[in-house]
Each structure stands twice: as C-alpha cells, then as structure tokens.
C-alpha cells in the first residue's frame, strides 16, 4: 500500500467549509484513496473513497488531482459533531493501513 | 450500510488472566475480518486479518500466541488476549470486509481492554 502524508492538526471554524489534504505520491494505478473518520473512543467511520474522478456524497466530496498524487476531503459546511480524525488511506485491496491521520478541531 | 457488533465495549481485568472478545457481523456473511488495536493519541495498528474457516495471518511484530484469534463462522471472529499484562492495556477494533459494497470495511465500535 502507498504511505500517505497528512497534517497534523487543522481547525476549522463551524459552517465553514473544511479542506483536509492528503499526499500520495507513490500510489499505483489501482489503487484507490479513502477516507475515514475517527470520533474519539469509537470506531472508524467511512467517509468517500474514490480512483480517479471527484467523488460526492452526502457527507463530504473528495478531489483528487489529475496525476492522483495529492486528494483533498471537502466538507461543505463543518459542524461542531465534524471533529474528529480524519484518515486518507491509499489501498487496492480491503487490508487497510492507517496513517496518523489530521485532528480537526471545529470551533463555535 | 452493514453492522459490525463488538462486544464487550469495556473489560478490566486482573494481569494474568484471558479476555476475549467478540465481533460480529449481523446482517451478512464476512469471509475475512480484521483486527486493529490503537494506544492513546495513536493511529490504529493492524494486527492479524482473520479468515473464516483457516489460520489468522498476523502482522509482523505481533505474538500469535498472544493474541488468538478464531474465526470459526460467517459471523464471528474473536481475539482472545491470552496471560494479558498492563502493556496489554488498549483499544481493540475489528472490521469487516464485505465484497460488493461501496465501503471496503465497517467497524465495530472497539473494546477498552484496561489490565490491572
């Protein structure tokens, strides 16, 4: 599986939108990113995932650059239950590995 | 989407002692699972992935005779933490691999393990 970057920590002031970055520079062809989202003390929580196109959901859309080697997770509109860590994760089998992942801290 | 139901949610036991623990796929049948444990502040660790009706294939670093794992129906894994020690103290989370839906994995909502 291709490591991912992602920063540390982010804030984000609520209803504004949340832009999370993710580098995969040596992801392979097949491979898809995705991402999920971790509530403290609780399991992981799918968000997107996606090969080459922007993807769109009813949580978040996902953008990732023409050559794939950078995704951006997009929530639209942040709220306070958004904060969390959020894990991009570069995979083409189920066997996922997590990074350390970006704390959002939303803010009132 | 699918559930995964873990159990217990809490445990706290003496050093020394077994725990296990449960995880269960409710609403379809799971060929493979897997077994993630996080320290505090931490990411999550893949320790073994679990197939249904065969050997558990461990992560390296990880004792199999540590942690045993069963995967013995469609439904239900569990890990049993063997001899536990304090160091053994931490978040355990399973998940499941469901061929055919948009998500790869779901997860249980894990299992404190505190050892006295």
């Known amino acids: 599986d291709a490591k991912t970057t992602q920063p540390t920590s982010m804030d984000c002031a609520e209803g504004r939108a949340a832009n999370l970055p993710c580098n995969h520079s040596?992801?392979?062809?097949?491979?898809?990113v995705y991402w999920y989202r971790q509530i403290h003390s609780q399991g992981p929580q799918y968000i997107i995932h996606?090969?080459?196109n922007n993807e769109t959901n009813e949580m978040a859309s996902l953008i990732i650059t023409e050559d794939r080697k950078s995704s951006t997770l997009i929530l639209p509109h942040a709220t306070l239950r958004d904060t969390a860590v959020y894990y991009c994760i570069s995979s083409n089998t189920d066997k996922l590995i997590f990074g350390t992942g970006t704390r959002l801290q939303v803010f009132p | 989407g699918a559930v995964v139901s873990q159990h217990p949610s809490r445990v706290i036991c003496k050093s020394g002692t077994s725990v296990k623990i449960e995880c269960r796929s409710l609403d379809f049948q799971a060929t493979t699972m897997f077994w993630y444990r996080q320290f505090p502040k931490k990411s999550l660790m893949l320790m073994a992935t679990s197939n249904e009706g065969s050997k558990a294939t461990y992560e390296q670093g990880v004792e199999k005779d540590k942690f045993l794992i069963n995967h013995a129906s469609l439904t239900l894994s569990t890990l049993t933490v063997t001899s536990a020690h304090p160091e053994d103290s931490s978040f355990y989370i399973c998940?499941?691999?469901?061929?055919?839906?948009?998500?790869?994995?779901?997860f249980g909502s894990g299992t404190q393990l505190s050892v006295l």
């Open positions: 040596t992801i392979s062809g097949n491979e898809y």
């Open positions: 998940s499941v691999s469901v061929q055919g839906e948009e998500e790869k994995l779901f």
């Open positions: 996606g090969l080459k």
